[in-house]
């Protein structure tokens, strides 16, 4: 099997500039990372601070690709010339964020229904645009052949990928990825196809990639965030991992020690550290103890024990 290109999901407030630096410090195997979406802007000079999540000298060391979200050609295209002028030859344009509020103004996954949207938008991006465009699809919103009448669309432009969820939008993140939907579209799709869905184990992962030979480029998410040792594991083909408990405290470390450094106060700090533990408590034997009761605390120094305890105490969970 051909060594795969393993890349880390883009997850807003999540996967910030703070967390891919200190994993790629931590962590091995992963090749590329996307970063959270940026929206389109209507201004003809972008404001540096939009960018800030995605500036070269934030950078972790690994391949990094810029993701919009959007649906005003002219915008879109003028993001893309300051993503460019950053040094960025890649942007995904993001058609699957599945939250309501985003989708009923035809962003996101909001766009799935509206092939001649989506059709209109990339003749003027693609024809104006300095870098290339991917982009990060659902199966639709709640009709699965959604995905199947944009496929005309998308296979007229150069796209560099698509990046197919095979979930619709109803879905969120909830019950079975499609792999029989994934399957029809990535027959129907002229353009190199990345995998994203539930890759939370080296099984899963041996899975679909048993299944789809041929496609080389899989996206982690929530399954890389509850063990980061997850590449490691799929390239090295072994579950096994030595110091995990040791290595996932430094890392740990250096997230909160990054978040203290450019966050004032204790509460937004927490609220960064709480959302960190929600994925990555899981694969720690005492990690739904330790959730609950650092979702309780209210100060650092209270958050930095029970976080310090329960860690001595811990085992890692394969
Ligand atoms: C909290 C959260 C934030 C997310 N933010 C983004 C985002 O900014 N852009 C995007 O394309 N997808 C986003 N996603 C979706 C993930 O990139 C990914 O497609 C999804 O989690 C499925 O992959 P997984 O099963 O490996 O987690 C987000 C998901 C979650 C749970």
């Keep these: 099997m051909n060594t795969p290109c393993l890349i ?31 929206s389109t802007v209507s201004a003809e000079r972008i404001n540096p601070k939009l960018l800030k999540d995605v500036l070269p000298e934030n950078d972790s060391g690994l391949p990094l690709i810029p993701q919009v979200i959007g649906n005003k050609a ?16 890649e942007v995904n344009w993001n058609m699957g964020c599945p939250h309501k509020p985003i989708r009923k103004k035809r962003r996101g996954s909001g766009l799935l229904p509206h092939p001649e949207l989506v059709d209109s938008i990339l003749d003027t991006v693609c024809g104006n645009s300095p870098c290339k465009i991917s982009v990060k699809v659902r199966l639709g919103v709640a009709d699965k052949s959604e995905l199947m009448n944009l496929i005309p669309v998308l296979n007229k432009y150069p796209l560099s990928e698509v990046v197919i969820h095979p979930r619709t939008a109803e879905q969120m993140y909830n019950g079975a990825v499609d792999l029989d939907a994934f399957d029809k579209a990535f027959q129907q799709l002229e353009r190199p196809v990345c995998y994203n869905g539930d890759i939370n184990d080296l099984a899963f992962y041996q899975k679909v990639k048993t299944r789809f030979p041929t496609i080389n480029r899989f996206m982690l998410g929530r399954g890389l965030l509850g063990n980061p040792f997850l590449c490691e594991i799929i390239k090295n083909g072994n579950s ?21 450094a450019v966050l004032h106060g204790d509460n937004p700090v927490l609220g960064k550290m709480k959302e960190f533990w929600t994925y990555q408590a899981t694969h720690l034997s005492n990690g739904r103890k330790l959730f609950k009761k650092l979702k309780k605390s209210q100060h650092l120094s209270s958050y930095k024990n029970i976080v310090s305890e329960f860690l001595n105490e811990s085992e890692w969970i394969a």
């Design 74 to 89: 002219h915008d879109f295209v003028q993001m893309n010339i300051a993503l460019h002028d950053l040094g960025y030859n």
């Design 240 to 260: 096994t991992v030595p110091n995990a408990i040791t290595r996932i405290s430094a890392f740990h470390e250096e997230v909160l020690a990054s978040y203290e």
């Design 8 to 38: 880390l999901a883009p997850m807003r407030g999540i996967t910030t500039m703070h967390y891919r630096k200190a994993f790629v410090r931590h962590f091995e195997g992963l090749d590329v990372e996307m970063a959270p979406f940026i």
